[in-house]
């Protein structure tokens, strides 16, 4: 198929990209590895779409204080690859493994992924887990909005009409992390995958992150699980329990590929290898 008829506009500048934002229907192009197919499927038909692939300012990955900032436009390998990522945020490096193929991720950004807000998606459940801000700017100037409230729903943010998403700010967190992906082929979607970054104080939990993707409308924080842990012993018995609450926060689909009961089951399985493989 062919994508409908729409208009098109190649963006100078932040400001002119908002400006053409606030035209009713218009929609953001950056790397296009997910709304190319849906433009050709004709499950997305916007009326103007703002190209901001020349917004080089948008570009950029820097370590501002206790931050690792990362700009919207910035192609998900130059994220994966890049030293002070995997050095600083070690969940996000390890995550873009598991995101498509090296060619989508050479085009592919990690703004466009956030602002996607696919639920089974990697980048938006690591933005989840790390407390990360995500920057954005629209006619009313700028501001700055947690991770864990960007996302409404599948596919729906807080965006509001003009604005864009310029940048997005990681904590810098001296944590093991590991990630456990559940999919039916290799780099496909995930049905369920859990993302845990963990502290460690001679053999109790100091501090635990943990989020689902693909087990709910939005990436999922499993916070009781995360208490849980706090100040345990990082035993077979305790990450058991820590597993059992994460399957409990979840609130998944059922579809052609899962039903809910197996999503939420495997949230516990993946939970509990995650949180080992993060101990060792």
Do not use: W
């Not at 947690?146 to 990681?170: I, K, S, Y």
């Not at 995958?193 to 924080?221: H, K, N, S, W, Y």
């Not at 990082?234 to 609130?251: G, K, P, Q």
């Amino acid at each position: 198929m062919k994508a409908a008829a729409f208009e098109y506009v190649r963006a100078g500048s932040v400001d002119d990209a908002i400006s053409s934002l606030a035209t009713d229907g218009s929609q953001v192009l950056a790397g296009g590895q997910s709304l190319v197919p849906l433009l050709n499927m004709r499950l997305a038909r916007p009326s103007l779409l703002v190209d901001v692939n020349g917004l080089g300012e948008l570009a950029y990955v820097r370590r501002d204080g206790e931050h690792v900032e990362i700009g919207a436009l910035t192609r998900q390998r130059v994220v994966e690859t890049s030293d002070v990522v995997r050095r600083d945020v070690p969940l996000l490096a390890q995550a873009l493994r598991h995101v498509g193929h090296v060619a989508t991720r050479n085009r592919g950004t990690l703004g466009g992924s956030l602002a996607h807000a696919d639920p089974a998606a990697e980048l938006p459940a690591v933005a989840v887990a790390l407390d990360a801000e995500l920057l954005v700017r629209g006619p009313r100037g700028e501001r700055v909005i947690g991770a864990r409230e960007f996302f409404e729903g599948p596919f729906r943010t807080v965006l509001t009409p003009g604005e864009l998403l310029t940048a997005v700010r990681f904590p810098v967190r001296q944590a093991a992390c590991a990630i456990e992906e559940l999919s039916r082929r290799s780099k496909d979607l995930a049905l369920v995958a859990v993302f845990v970054t963990l502290e460690q104080d001679d053999g109790r939990c100091a501090r635990a992150r943990i989020a689902v993707a693909g087990a709910g409308p939005t990436p999922i924080r499993a916070v009781a699980a995360e208490e849980l842990l706090r100040g345990r012993p990082l035993d077979d018995t305790v990450i058991a329990e820590a597993a059992r609450e994460i399957a409990a926060a979840t609130d998944p689909p059922s579809d052609l590929h899962a039903p809910a009961d197996y999503r939420r089951e495997m949230a516990a399985v993946l939970g509990r290898r995650a949180l080992t493989k993060a101990v060792r």
